[in-house]
């Protein structure tokens, strides 16, 4: 385990190198506008903004950085996004923004970062995973967004904005074949329907991939990859100032992905598992290789989704509207061995949630000169259907008094109406000083049907039934001050809101809401003629009822609200041209998250009760972290060679609240480099990338799994090290 102080060394070094770009000489004016950075104009605070000019801590990537050989998925987000932690369980999105994001592991829990794609919710933590394609950027917010998202943005928001159809015919294709096996390939055309009025654009992306690893007891290989997408989008504009945008999507994988890897044992040993007979990988294979598994079941992962939004802008003078309408529908079910032996030790779990979806989302802006209002109002609602399900076979082997066979049950719905009413306001003092001031009112009411089975100790279909509704007001206030043409101060105070759950087939009571005040200031500055851009922040988090998720004594899956917690931070992030051929970003982070309050129990450590937990550190939340990237480009036999190196290093993990050894990621680098040929006509390119090429074994997600199995270690990993080569065209 690296020491905090090699830590702080090196984020201060990736600081320093980074703001040697202050000494850089000015470029001769004809040079200026070539090396100027391109403003990248983002839409994740409601309206039309550029990076520099918000005052926020937001970040975005633009469609050239998304793709196979770089972000291919919302789990690479985290190695350029500052503060971001992204950790896939079981095939659920456990993203994290300065410590704060999903640590439920029950069926119906929401995610604490609101995740939209076209502005439309993707409610489920699992439909998030899909794959990313055809995109044209991604914002990612930092900080609680009350106001202009509502329900379930205590973290921040992650914006997916997909390509929208072109004026001319135009198009797009890529084929990459890498190692493991794989074989993507992914394009789109684009172009007019009717001229002036009506454009079209269709995208697909397929990937396929051999497995990580083997489930060395059946033979089967594990972590394959199995995924398809498609998208359509029709763009009418009936009039100069309408335009209605409408675009269906669906997708669907089938395959051995997501399987939990076994990762020893914690306070018990043997498992139930090995005193039957059965082995773990450590039993049957002398230094077994990390990916593999030793089960009597192999990992199983289907799912499907298809959606549907439709989005219409109307602007006339001072006024606009946007109406965004969004139907979705998902489905999955992921398999597992949660006991992580050979033996049918009453371990295969079933995951299956269904889940349909329709939102309703309504904004009107009116501006004036030094002065605009935005109003919103929003409805969404969810039916959601979800099922754990585990067959107790040969339990009584092992539990006293436990009745043979049967089911370990929970299963039922919950219907979810969420609305959110708000207005925000910015008003311009002068030309240099602007004050927002916003405030949202948001009502969800939940209403749950189930039923909770655990046969061996005679509990059969108990209702869970129940409902509950909750409301909150959320006010934010911001000021920014422009202390130069290319240098903006801000403040932010801002109330979060999570809404309250009612987890499926859960026997303890509905959970109350959480909520956190955000105390925030930070900087954004151009510097060098826009050679540099620089942003920093440093924030406060005062949170209360932060919902937590464990296993409890009866190995049954529980959230449960601790008392408070507190989060401090800074944050500073840019980008530089430092030569014709040479550009370097950045980011470095200190984070301090910890509980304030929490007094819970703590099942794998048998006979020491009731735990005080203030002063442990928040799951997910790494004390620092740092990431610096660098393009080199070299003229070569009429085009442009570019060499791509980046590393990123995230300070020590926990993934529990406990904060113990058996729930922990030390400190890790990731490596990524690529090299790509672009000829002076742009048409096509072609890119050799490898990504974690040091080949580290990090665990992205690490659980103590319940009493019932001995208390295994289980989780999930990030890709090995990965490579290969993508060729790229454009028409």
Not at 67 to 95: C, H, K, T, W
Not at 222 to 229: G, P, S, V
Request: charged share 20%; glycine share 10%; aromatic share 12%.
């Amino acid at each position: 385990m690296s020491s905090p102080t090699s830590g702080v060394r090196l984020t201060l070094a990736a600081i320093v190198l980074s703001l040697v770009t202050f000494t850089l000489p000015p470029l001769p004016a004809a040079a200026q506008d070539e090396q100027a950075i391109e403003e990248v104009i983002v839409t994740a605070t409601r309206k039309e903004t550029t990076l520099t000019d918000t005052p926020a801590a937001i970040s975005a990537l633009a469609a050239e950085e998304l793709g196979l050989g770089a972000v291919e998925d919302v789990g690479d987000l985290q190695y350029r996004i500052p503060n971001l932690s992204v950790a896939n369980q079981f095939g659920v999105n456990r993203a994290f923004i300065r410590g704060i994001g999903l640590t439920s592991i029950e069926l119906g829990a929401d995610g604490a970062v609101a995740f939209h794609v076209d502005g439309a919710i993707i409610a489920r933590p699992a439909a998030q995973l899909a794959s990313y394609f055809d995109l044209e950027r991604v914002e990612v917010l930092r900080g609680p967004q009350g106001t202009l998202y509502g329900r379930g943005a205590t973290a921040g928001a992650i914006n997916v904005v997909t390509r929208k159809p072109t004026e001319v015919f135009s198009g797009n294709g890529s084929i990459t074949a890498g190692n493991y096996g794989l074989v993507a390939a992914e394009g789109g055309i684009s172009g007019p329907l009717v001229e002036d009025k009506l454009f079209f654009r269709l995208a697909a992306k397929t990937v396929d991939r051999d497995g990580y690893g083997e489930n060395l007891f059946t033979g089967t290989e594990i972590n394959t990859r199995d995924h398809q997408a498609f998208r359509g989008t029709l763009e009418w504009r009936p009039a100069d100032e309408l335009e209605i945008t409408v675009s269906g999507d669906y997708y669907e994988e089938d395959d051995t992905n997501y399987a939990y890897q076994f990762f020893g044992p914690t306070t018990i040993d043997p498992l139930f598992g090995q005193l039957l007979g059965g082995q773990t990988i450590f039993d049957a294979v002398a230094n077994p290789d990390p990916w593999d598994i030793y089960s009597d079941v192999d990992p199983k992962n289907d799912r499907e989704g298809k959606g549907a939004v439709a989005n219409i802008r109307w602007e006339r003078g001072k006024w606009s509207l946007r109406s965004i309408t969004s139907y979705r529908d998902f489905y999955r079910q992921n398999v597992a061995d949660l006991d992580s032996t050979s033996f049918d030790a009453f371990g295969r779990i079933t995951y299956t949630e269904d889940s349909e979806t329709l939102s309703q989302e309504l904004l009107v802006t009116y501006a004036e000169d030094n002065w605009d209002l935005l109003f919103g109002a929003m409805y969404f609602e969810e039916d959601l259907f979800g099922s754990t399900f585990v067959p107790l076979n040969n339990i009584e082997l092992i539990v006293p008094g436990a009745l043979p066979g049967g089911t370990f049950d929970q299963k039922g719905t919950v219907d979810i109406e969420a609305l959110g009413l708000f207005v925000q306001g910015t008003y311009n003092f002068t030309d240099r000083l602007s004050a927002t001031l916003g405030v949202r009112y948001s009502e969800e009411d939940r209403d749950h049907v189930g039923s909770f089975t655990f046969s061996a100790l005679g509990i059969l279909g108990v209702p869970t039934d129940k409902s509950d509704s909750w409301d909150a007001v959320t006010p934010k206030l911001v000021v920014d001050y422009q202390l130069t043409p290319t240098t903006m101060i801000y403040g932010n105070i801002e109330r979060g809101f999570k809404s309250g759950v009612i987890n499926i087939g859960a026997i303890n009571p509905a959970v109350d809401p959480e909520f956190v005040w955000n105390y925030e200031v930070g900087v954004k500055t151009q510097l060098m003629d826009n050679r540099v851009q620089l942003a920093a922040s440093a924030f406060y988090y005062d949170y209360t009822d932060l919902q937590v998720g464990r296993v409890d004594e009866t190995s049954t899956p529980i959230t449960e609200n601790a008392a408070e917690a507190r989060n401090t931070g800074l944050e500073i992030e840019g980008n530089a041209v430092l030569t014709d051929a040479l550009s370097v970003d950045f980011y470095a982070t200190y984070l301090n998250a910890e509980f304030d309050e929490f007094d819970t129990f703590e099942p794998n450590r048998p006979g020491e009760g009731e735990k005080d937990l203030s002063g442990n550190t928040l799951p997910n939340a790494p004390e620092l972290t740092w990431f610096i990237g660098a393009n080199y480009t070299v003229p070569l036999a009429g085009g442009d060679l570019r060499f791509r190196g980046e590393i990123s290093w995230v300070d020590d993990i926990y993934f529990t609240e406990f904060n113990n050894e058996d729930a922990f990621q030390e400190s890790y680098a990731m490596t990524n480099a690529s090299v790509r040929y672009t000829p002076a006509s742009g048409a096509w390119n072609i890119e050799v990338w490898g990504k974690n090429l040091g080949d580290e074994d990090i665990k992205a997600n690490n659980i103590v799994a319940a009493p019932l199995f001995a208390f295994p270690q289980v989780g999930a990993l990030y890709p090995p090290r990965t490579y290969g080569a993508t060729i790229s065209v454009n028409f």
